[in-house]
């Protein structure tokens, strides 16, 4: 297979399906993710290992750990890194959480930003820093969250959307982080989704998550898609057209061909609004 531009379904890329991958990909798996920060500096054998992928199929990075909205300095010897290791792979897209996640160390979660006109200005100046960098736009991806801000000065909708002018960046939209914060604050996702700028949308997730409580859900990428969230990828693509999409799985993750129905149905719903 010769290596083509994004399109079509993905999927997440694990170690725990590499020796299935290596020996079949299936037909409807059309490109991959991965966190660089799991590949950066891998061992000879596993680097190898990876390049048989990267130099036959489209690759999108998206990191885990910039912590974009954070306070520490950013992490610019990562972003060297990641400069080289996204040309060793030609892989052209980068793409992050709008949240952060350091405060002198990892804290190995994605927290929320504040809503506010002081948050924007920090955080798209440490995008801005990112872009110039890596040498080209970067996509920022919607986050999940489940407490909010003590003070939010507007909603997310209208801080996601100044974040993306401002900084000149793309949007990583993802789809069931909608639906998740749409059940834990009270609001209607597809309002939600008329209200971001098609234009700058890159590509999407699509992944499940946990119910713990009625009106609490948390963002596990551990379970299959469930039908509202399907339900409302079928209205982003009438609404936005067709994007790349990929099936996010980090958590219980089965065997590949339990996965495979799922990028199908990504598969499907793209031929149904293709134009």
């Known amino acids: 297979m010769q290596r083509s531009a994004l399109h079509g379904a993905g999927l997440g890329f694990r170690r725990d399906h590499l020796v299935a991958l290596e020996q079949q990909v299936p037909d409807c798996i059309d490109f991959f993710e991965i966190a660089p920060e799991n590949w ?11 390049q048989a992928f990267t130099e036959r199929y489209p690759f999108v990075c998206h990191g885990l750990s910039l912590s974009l909205g954070g306070l520490t300095p950013l992490n610019t010897e990562l972003l060297i890194e990641l400069k080289q290791f996204m040309q060793l792979h030609r892989i052209p897209l980068y793409t992050e959480h709008l949240s952060w996640c350091s405060d002198h160390g990892q804290l190995y979660d994605l927290l929320p930003i504040p809503f506010t006109e002081a948050a924007i200005q920090h955080t798209v100046a440490r995008i801005r820093q990112t872009q110039d960098m890596l040498g080209q736009q970067i996509g920022i991806e919607n986050a ?6 003590p003070i939010n000065e ?19 939209l993802d789809v069931n982080n909608v639906y998740v914060n749409s059940v834990n604050h009270a609001y ?4 939600f989704l008329r209200k971001l700028p098609k234009e700058r949308v890159v590509y999407l997730h699509m992944a499940g998550h946990y119910q713990q409580e009625e009106n609490l859900l948390i963002d596990t990428h551990g379970a299959p898609v469930i039908d509202p969230v399907w339900a409302l990828l079928d209205f982003t693509y009438q ?21 495979l129905p799922e990028v199908q149905h990504i598969a499907s719903l793209q031929r149904k609004h293709a134009v």
């Open 188 to 191: 209607d996702p597809y309002e």
């Open 154 to 172: 507007m909603d997310e909708a209208t801080f996601i959307n100044a974040v993306l002018t401002e900084a000149d960046c793309l949007l990583h």
């Open 40 to 50: 950066i500096g891998a061992d000879p054998v596993s680097a190898k290992r990876l």
């Open 239 to 259: 609404q936005f057209g067709v994007f790349p999409t990929l099936l996010e799985r980090d958590y219980h993750i089965p065997p590949l061909e339990e996965l």
């Open 144 to 149: 999940s969250f489940y407490l909010q801000a």
